[in-house]
């Protein structure tokens, strides 16, 4: 049932997910920390727009799910026709000059994101996009320390302490269209006139 803002959507329902899960405890002790999906340009210009005490959720990559690439239809749905299955690949960063805050917040991101890694429907919004039953998984990805450094040399900045995720699978449905309407056309069928 999602279409192409599922994608903005899986991002702004994870900084939602993990604003909301927030402890406490940790917000007591860190009152001005935020969850941000952001845009690249954003991190590009951190100098001038002030990330600090904000977890970035920045989408680097947008790939084909292997596993959907050939598919054309969705069995259990004929009125809808699948175009993309989508991973999304995320870089989550925390942005200050506190270690403790840094190491801290970003080891509950992970402890969060391990505990419930399944965005379903009662945290995916907004929740008129998604199916019922649709789920996203979040599972960790192990880009080597060279891919994350290409990803920052592209972005301007100089590096920060990130941990990468991929959301999967991501499905954009194109609803088939009506066929057109049946055009009547009328025949006549006149005599050549032979005869008469």
């Known amino acids: ?25 940790l917000k007591a002790q860190y009152p001005s920390v935020k969850f941000q999906l952001v845009a690249s340009s954003q991190i590009a210009e951190e100098d001038q727009s002030n990330l600090d005490q904000v977890v970035s959720i920045f989408l680097h990559r947008i790939t084909i799910n292997e596993n959907f690439r050939s598919a054309t239809r969705i069995q259990d749905d004929p009125n809808k026709k699948p175009v993309l299955f989508l991973d999304l690949h995320y870089l989550i960063t925390y942005w200050g ?70 959301a999967r699978v991501v499905r954009i449905d194109l609803p088939i269209p009506p066929p057109p309407p049946v055009v009547a056309t009328g025949f006549q069928y006149t005599g050549n006139g032979a005869g008469q």
């Open 1 to 25: 049932m999602a279409d192409y803002t599922a994608i903005y959507a899986v991002g702004n329902s994870m900084a939602q997910y993990l604003e909301n899960s927030f402890p406490p405890a």
């Open 97 to 166: 000059i506190d270690p403790q805050a840094e190491q801290t917040i970003l080891g509950w991101t992970m402890q969060q994101l391990q505990v419930s890694p399944i965005l379903d429907n009662s945290i995916l919004t907004p929740s008129g996009i998604w199916d019922p039953t649709e789920s996203i998984q979040l599972v960790p990805a192990d880009l080597s320390l060279e891919d994350i450094l290409r990803i920052w040399d592209a972005l301007g900045p100089k590096y920060r302490l990130s941990v990468c995720y991929i």
